[in-house]
């Protein structure tokens, strides 16, 4: 698959699940908000029906209090309690009440019997009647004068009982669908507070708008208006759990999203080593067929009499088979070795191996190559103690892959010049360093310089052969020797690479 279809379905994957992710934003926004106005809508509903019954009673009690006098007004001067005589009332409100005045019925039935003494004492027991009537009814209308004129004075704490405001509010709540906990409070019109609930707190006011006041006695005047205000503590809570089956929806989109990454990821990852067998493909190529096309004209001179009869030429044929056979076996082992060692199938022989003297054999060996190419190397081994455990034909391995490709990306301007040292650090490690002052690696580079068959760019250079799998090896070889290597470079610069391994103890 081409990187750029790759990059095409990334681009649209994002867009999808942009557009969904927006989508389910948007549908929870809006079920917040209506589920936040219904919330709204029922708590002042509710609010306003208790101040209504609040009022209600208010009236309750002035026309109770008036009923009390009237009660002991009697028939013709008599302390003679009245029945069956009833008025209504409906407050401003609109809620509509009754009072009933008692009237003696038995004395009246008496009378209406003809049991009394006389017809006339009834006649005047029906203008007694009317009389009170009329004069209840004048009575009536100073309960409602005296509601207007009095009603603010009472203590607020008479008008509305704390008891009283929570049931009512308890009732209107749950009556419109809002069962949950409330606190509330009483103030006056200066926002001091009259009484309030153990669970009222004055922080409430700032929290979002899960506040709610509503006027108390609308009809007092504006400078004894006193406020209910009621705070639900679980608001929010009440509003999320409506959207709770959002959450699985977002889970799975959440899912989608990382299955999606990685996909993405994995392709790409495919895609890159596709790229590097390919590359790899084609220098393994490259590098057996050189060998492999010189051994065959070797074989082919072979045939020839005047070669085989030639002991100078017979001396010099064999050792090109030699020498490129041991170059086909070197690499097709390096390929080996990286495939036994990602299969954990191969061994260590450890064993205890002077650092210092195993550089100094390995840079004697290298000096005819790098001296081939007008450059030179040097050692300097300082470290004192520089005995350590490991398996001494991967060690040498790995200080030699490194000198060899400190050669393949050398300068060529400018002389070669290879540097490996050796140094005590601290907790009983030995530091190994190998420098050189070639090319150097570029800072996007050196995150991938140990993958396997990937190969630093060299440009307009086409000499460098190789697989890829020489620094790869080394830091395999490293990490099962117990040790770290880690790598500092700038282009035309330079290269050092520093390994860390532990001294045998």
């Not at 409506?242 to 959450?247: A, V």
Request: hydrophobic share 40%; aromatic share 10%; net charge neutral.
């Amino acid at each position: 698959m081409k990187k750029s279809t790759i990059w095409i379905l990334t681009i649209l994957m994002v867009l999808t699940f942009a557009g969904l992710l927006s989508m389910q934003i948007m549908y929870m926004n809006n079920m917040i908000k209506m589920r936040d106005d219904q919330f709204s809508e029922g708590a002042r509903r509710s609010l306003y029906t208790v101040t209504s019954l609040l009022e209600q009673d208010e009236t309750r009690y002035f026309l109770e209090e008036d009923v009390d006098r009237i009660e002991t007004t009697a028939i013709g001067g008599s302390p003679t309690r009245l029945e069956g005589i009833s008025y209504s009332f409906t407050t401003q409100s609109g809620v509509h009440g009754d009072l009933t005045i008692k009237a003696d019925n038995e004395k009246i039935s008496k009378i209406q019997s003809g049991q009394g003494n006389n017809f006339s004492n009834y006649k005047s027991m029906q203008e007694m009647l009317k009389g009170q009537y009329l004069y209840q009814r004048d009575m009536i209308d100073e309960v409602i004068l005296n509601i207007i004129s009095q009603s603010s004075n009472r203590p607020i704490e008479e008008r509305a009982d704390s008891t009283k405001i929570r049931d009512y509010l308890h009732t209107e709540l749950e009556n419109n669908g809002l069962d949950l906990p409330f606190e509330f409070a009483i103030v006056n019109r200066n926002g001091i507070m009259q009484y309030h609930t153990d669970g009222y707190d004055n922080i409430g006011e700032e929290r979002d708008n899960s506040m709610f006041v509503q006027t108390l006695f609308p009809n007092d005047p504006i400078n004894k208006r006193h406020y209910l205000k009621v705070y639900f503590p679980d608001k929010k809570d009440y509003i999320l759990a409506s959207i709770k089956f959002m959450i699985p929806t977002f889970a799975f989109t959440f899912i989608l999203l990382v299955i999606f990454v990685f996909v993405i990821i994995l392709a790409f990852r495919q895609k890159r080593l596709t790229e590097m067998k390919n590359d790899f493909i084609n220098n393994m190529t490259h590098e057996f067929k050189t060998p492999i096309s010189s051994i065959s004209l070797a074989a082919q001179m072979l045939k020839d009499d005047s070669v085989r009869k030639s002991p100078t030429m017979m001396q010099h044929i064999s050792s090109v088979i030699n020498d490129e056979t041991k170059r086909l076996r070197f690499q097709v082992e390096k390929v080996l070795q990286m495939s036994m060692f990602d299969r954990s199938k191969a061994t260590f022989r450890i064993q205890d191996v002077d650092a210092n003297s195993a550089i100094n054999s390995i840079t004697n060996t290298f000096k005819l190559k790098v001296e081939r190419y007008g450059g030179q190397i040097t050692t300097q081994l300082d470290a004192t103690n520089a005995i350590i455990s490991v398996d001494e034909m991967h060690f040498t391995n790995v200080i030699f892959n490194l000198l060899d490709n400190a050669v393949k990306y050398r300068r060529e301007d400018v002389p070669l010049h290879l540097t490996v040292s050796t140094l005590d650090l601290p907790n009983d490690k030995l530091q190994v360093t190998v420098g050189d002052n070639g090319i150097g690696i570029r800072r996007e580079d050196l995150k991938k310089i140990f993958d396997k068959f990937y190969r630093v760019s060299t440009g307009n250079r086409h000499d460098v052969k190789g697989f890829g799998l020489g620094l790869a090896y080394v830091q395999k070889m490293v990490t099962l020797m117990g040790g770290t290597i880690k790598v500092e470079s700038e282009p035309d610069q330079g290269t050092r690479f520093i390994i860390t391994l532990p001294l045998t103890k």
